[in-house]
């Protein structure tokens, strides 16, 4: 029991305004509770199931760079998707394919987002230091005490989403993935130019930024011609 707390505890206290519970946040601006739930819960079990069976395993087939550069791509699509927004008709007529789909994408993008952060490398510690005698107790502790803190995260988002204007928080959830998204991108290349091959990091980043922004402008324009259309 004092094993379970003390990492239930640990857990809980360093995902305590990490990037994934900000993430969450801006994602009830996309998917309803209970599909974040589903799918965050599902990523927490599989993550620290692999952190704390396989160790550091996990951390040394798969390059950081590589996490780094997928976990940004997937935070750029978020914020884009935000931009482009939701036609009602459609989420009526595919509501049964978007509940199966919706649980699946948070899961993708939790995984991606949480894989390699500190709370996993505080599953690994604990795996590695308990051993696999205790692997189950730490395995449930650490879950518990990750799912306890993005609970909070998933909360306050949904209370905003219910009491801020129409459009605020769908603004909010494209900073949040955005600001993320070029900034773990920025990671991910430079440990590229660092342990891969040198690469004009700086001059990548004005690239892609470029893209970027004409991208959520004509999406965005887009998006009013069509609100014009139907109004």
């Given at each position: 029991?004092?094993?379970?707390l003390?990492?239930?505890?640990?857990?809980?206290?360093?995902?305590?305004?990490?990037?994934?519970?900000?993430?969450?946040?801006?994602?009830?601006?996309?998917?309803?509770?209970?599909?974040?739930?589903?799918?965050?819960a599902?990523?927490?079990?599989?993550?620290?199931?692999?952190a704390?069976?396989?160790?550091?395993l996990?951390?040394?087939?798969?390059?950081?760079?590589?996490?780094?550069?997928?976990?940004?791509?997937?935070?750029?699509?978020?914020?884009?998707?935000?931009?482009?927004?939701?036609?009602?008709?459609?989420?009526?007529?595919?509501?049964k394919?978007?509940?199966?789909?919706?649980?699946?994408?948070?899961?993708?993008?939790?995984?991606?987002?949480?894989?390699?952060?500190?709370?996993?490398?505080?599953?690994?510690?604990?795996?590695?230091?308990?051993?696999?005698?205790?692997?189950?107790?730490?395995?449930?502790?650490?879950s518990?005490?990750?799912?306890?803190?993005?609970?909070?995260?998933?909360?306050?988002?949904?209370?905003?989403?219910?009491?801020?204007?129409d459009?605020?928080?769908?603004?909010?959830?494209?900073?949040?993935?955005?600001?993320?998204?070029?900034?773990?991108?920025?990671?991910?290349?430079?440990?590229?130019?660092?342990n891969?091959?040198?690469?004009?990091?700086?001059?990548?980043?004005?690239?892609?930024?470029?893209?970027?922004?004409?991208?959520?402008?004509?999406?965005?324009?887009?998006?009013?011609?069509?609100?014009?259309?139907?109004?």
């Amino acid at each position: 029991m004092l094993l379970f707390l003390k990492v239930f505890l640990t857990e809980f206290i360093a995902e305590m305004g990490d990037k994934t519970q900000l993430m969450l946040i801006a994602l009830t601006s996309k998917y309803k509770l209970r599909d974040i739930i589903l799918g965050t819960a599902a990523a927490i079990l599989v993550l620290n199931g692999l952190a704390v069976l396989a160790g550091g395993l996990v951390s040394e087939f798969i390059p950081d760079w590589l996490i780094k550069v997928v976990a940004a791509l997937a935070f750029l699509y978020f914020a884009v998707s935000t931009i482009a927004g939701e036609d009602d008709e459609e989420e009526e007529e595919g509501g049964k394919s978007k509940i199966k789909f919706a649980p699946l994408a948070v899961f993708c993008t939790f995984f991606v987002a949480e894989l390699g952060d500190k709370t996993q490398l505080t599953a690994i510690t604990f795996g590695a230091n308990e051993g696999l005698g205790a692997a189950f107790v730490v395995w449930i502790g650490c879950s518990l005490g990750l799912f306890a803190a993005d609970i909070l995260g998933m909360l306050v988002g949904y209370l905003l989403k219910s009491k801020t204007p129409d459009g605020l928080l769908g603004t909010l959830a494209f900073v949040i993935f955005s600001l993320f998204g070029i900034y773990t991108l920025y990671q991910g290349l430079t440990l590229i130019r660092i342990n891969v091959c040198p690469i004009p990091v700086s001059l990548m980043m004005i690239a892609t930024m470029v893209v970027f922004i004409a991208l959520c402008i004509g999406l965005f324009v887009k998006k009013k011609e069509k609100m014009k259309g139907n109004a």
